[in-house]
């Protein structure tokens, strides 16, 4: 496993940084070098889907602030940034694209404020521990091509969505801790939030479980490319709770009820302030990327394109499907920044009304259409009896 | 949760688009009591028009709403000029009644991007204000202000109509009328919007009437009132216009009742452009002391009944003014129809009523 990109560290000294070989050749006995060589190369990969995945979350919300509040508000987006920082960006930059590393360090320069009567450890602990550390575990799970992931475990994105589930937690422990009526109801509104949209989620992807017989990305996308058609197409319900189910997950519009700025101020992150708040807004973006990853892989079919087309280049020329998936995701997350720029909030009584009226019995039936598919036309998925 | 508490939104909260506090006691998402607390922005404009004269009392009821400042100087000089018994000329009427339509049509605009944004669409903030701000720069043209017009004065107006103003204004009205079916197509087609303003907020006609509602909010609620009809002032007597009414009393109702008013007051620019008399004084010498007398005069504001009490005492200064806001009046049905409903539903139903501060504390 691993993306093959290091591997030319394994083998001899010649590549390793100067002081290093000369280092570790007298110290470690021989029968320790072959692990260290495979920590550094593991290292080495974390580090880089960690890049990729922030990289891309700076560039979504560039994206967003240039869609979303750029062209549908009739305005253009960040176009440049006055850089009061050192000048060292030059004073202009294309497109506005530092604007959003710019606002980073600006944020990094406020003055953290704890609110004096927040319940300290979980203000400070729950937040980190459980709202901004569990997506940045994700990162192994991540394939970047048709096989080139770091690490594919039998559970796959069961893992993803454990981790996932932590989030509303990490928000109902900040909300509650920083002892403001808003953030108390966002918090809350988030915990409710979950209990009813966890379950769609997890019932539509059961419905690609049920059809793959298999928990791991690279082994679903491989299953759609022999199918001719990405799921989405042939489960089109699944699809549509999924979409819906997520952007309830991410807390985006129309499902933005925990943070609801017209009656909540900034809901539970009303208190949170400096990098605190950076973290917070950062975070929500950065479960939106890894939320596309999963709709890319399980209903897009990944890398694949549809009809098997190149399908033997994408299995051989990394590059060419690291593309595709690049351009998939980008596509996948432009849909719900149009839908952000387009749908009013419901209220947190309707999102109960629409989770367990609306999709949970969607969700139900789609599972019951693929049982009856796999029943009596198991051919239409592929399944050879 | 099961614990009531108080949630103080204001002075400074986005439910409120101007300041002043709303106490509510909540229980949960369920809102059990709501508090009405203003005041923050009292500039004694009442008591200053005693000290004043007449004339120059005008540059502060523009001053009182600060997104219809026209309508508050219409009122103004027209109980003015009945006091004094002036008629204005028939050109001067048309277009004080073309500028009133035009500043109601602004006015409402605000109020659209206001309500969408508290519901949710804030997308509708940015392209409504943007149509509005076509608005005011054919009343800057006319004026040379955009907000604090300062246009009417007792005896007509302070100067005519600028060259092209005809074919400016219609134009206007063209691209109004196109880009405001575009908006209401928006938001009547999505279905999210539909359940954030149906049923939320609802007032019957009783209470309507029984708590002092007016302009939009009384006619969503079913009582067909407009003073436009009722008593007709400057021309809309000339005018074919209709008074929308809707008989459920929510804020889909208040929403459609103001989409449907700028509607008609296209059509009413229209025509008044039309018939508008090329001769015509503009501006006549008013006298110079208000006679000794009392007069109440009431107008259509956007936001409902609109009024000056004036009490002359044979000088230029007048004895008394009494201002009778529309927007205060709907304020004190605020905390009724909040109760009973839900915390999120607070900032559509506030907003569904078109607050406006500045004429409320005044």
């Not at chain 1, 004073?91 to 990094?108: D, P, V």
């Not at chain 2, 997104?67 to 002036?86: D, F, H």
């Not at chain 2, 004895?319 to 900032?347: E, H, M, Q, T």
Request: glycine share 6%.
């Amino acid at each position: 496993m691993g993306y093959g990109l290091y591997d030319w560290l394994l083998d001899g000294w010649e590549w390793w940084p100067g002081i290093i070989p000369l280092l570790i050749e007298p110290l470690v006995p021989p029968e320790h070098i072959g692990p260290i060589r495979s920590f550094v190369i593991d290292s080495l990969e974390m580090t880089t889907i960690l890049v990729f995945l922030i990289v891309n979350t700076i560039l979504l919300i560039w994206l967003e602030r240039k869609i979303s509040s750029g062209r549908a508000w009739t305005a253009r987006g960040p176009v440049f940034i006055d850089f009061n920082y050192g000048h060292f960006f030059g004073r202009t930059w294309k497109f506005g694209l530092l604007q959003n590393i710019a606002e980073f360090l600006k944020f990094f320069s406020k003055e953290d404020i704890v609110p004096e009567k927040a319940d300290k450890f979980p203000f400070n602990v729950g937040f980190f521990a459980f709202v901004v550390a569990p997506p940045f575990i994700l990162g192994a799970l991540l394939p970047l091509g048709a096989t080139l992931v770091i690490a594919d475990p039998a559970v796959g994105f069961l893992l993803i969505f454990a981790l996932f589930s932590l989030y509303p937690v990490g928000v109902l422990i900040t909300g509650w801790s920083s002892n403001n009526k808003y953030s108390l109801i966002g918090g809350f509104r988030s915990a409710v939030q979950m209990i009813s949209y966890e379950i769609p989620l997890m019932l539509s992807i059961a419905s690609v479980v049920l059809v793959t017989n298999s928990f791991s990305f690279v082994e679903i996308a491989k299953q759609q490319a022999t199918l001719l058609l990405p799921f989405a197409i042939l489960m089109p319900i699944g699809f549509i709770i999924f979409m819906a189910a997520l952007t309830a997950e991410t807390e985006r519009v129309p499902f933005d009820i925990p943070e609801a700025e017209a009656e909540l101020v900034m809901g539970w992150r009303t208190e949170l302030t400096g990098f605190r708040y950076m973290m917070s807004m950062a975070t929500e973006y950065f479960i939106l990327l890894i939320g596309a990853f999963i709709g890319v892989f399980l209903f897009w079919g990944g890398p694949y394109l549809p009809f098997n087309l190149f399908k033997h280049e994408i299995e051989t020329i990394h590059l060419l499907a690291f593309l595709i998936i690049l351009v998939k995701l980008w596509i996948f997350i432009f849909l719900y920044i149009w839908v952000r720029a387009s749908l009013p909030r419901v209220r947190p009584d309707q999102l109960l009304d629409i989770g367990w009226k609306g999709l949970i019995p969607l969700a139900i039936l789609n599972i019951i259409y693929i049982v009856l598919i796999m029943l009596y036309y198991p051919q239409f998925f592929g399944v050879v009896p | 949760m099961s614990e009531q508490m108080y949630i103080h939104m204001g002075p400074q909260h986005p439910v409120n688009h101007g300041l002043w506090t709303l106490k509510v006691k909540t229980a949960g998402e369920l809102v059990i009591d709501a508090e009405v607390l203003i005041g923050y922005v009292f500039r004694m404009i009442e008591k200053i028009a005693e000290s004043r004269p007449y004339n120059a009392i005008q540059p502060l009821t523009n001053r009182l709403c600060y997104v219809s400042g026209m309508s508050w100087e219409a009122s103004y000089t027209m109980a003015v000029e009945k006091l004094m018994g002036v008629e204005v000329s028939k050109r001067a009427q048309y277009i004080r009644t073309i500028m009133l339509e035009l500043q109601r049509i602004a006015s409402h605009l605000t109020w659209l991007s206001a309500y969408s944004t508290d519901v949710g669409v804030v997308t509708m903030l940015v392209i409504a204000y943007r149509e509005r701000e076509y608005v005011l720069d054919l009343l800057e043209h006319v004026t040379g202000s955009r907000m604090m017009y300062n246009y009417f004065t007792a005896g007509g107006l302070r100067r005519d109509l600028p060259q092209g103003f005809k074919e400016d204004c219609h134009n206007l009205t063209h691209y109004l009328e196109e880009r405001l079916k575009e908006y209401k197509a928006i938001l009547d087609d999505s279905k999210v919007f539909l359940l954030r303003s149906e049923n939320v907020g609802i007032i019957t006609k009783n209470d309507a009437l029984n708590l002092g509602a007016t302009g939009p909010v009384l006619r969503a609620s079913g009582v067909q009132a407009d003073l436009r009809k009722i008593e007709p002032y400057l021309v809309y007597d000339e005018l074919e216009f209709d008074i929308p009414m809707r008989t459920s009393g929510d804020c889909y109702a208040r929403y459609e009742i103001r989409m449907e008013e700028m509607f008609q007051s296209i059509r009413l620019i229209r025509q008044a452009l039309d018939q508008i008399p090329l001769e015509g004084e503009i501006l006549q010498k008013p006298p110079r002391k208000l006679p000794k007398g009392d007069i109440y005069f009431r107008t259509e504001d956007p936001r409902g009944e609109a009024a000056f009490y004036i009490i002359g005492n044979d000088d230029r200064i007048p004895y008394r003014v009494k201002i009778k806001s529309p927007a205060y009046s709907n304020l004190a049905i605020c905390n009724y129809i909040l109760k009973g409903g839900k915390v999120a539903d607070i900032a559509p139903t506030v907003a569904s009523i078109d607050l406006c501060m500045g004429e409320i504390d005044r």
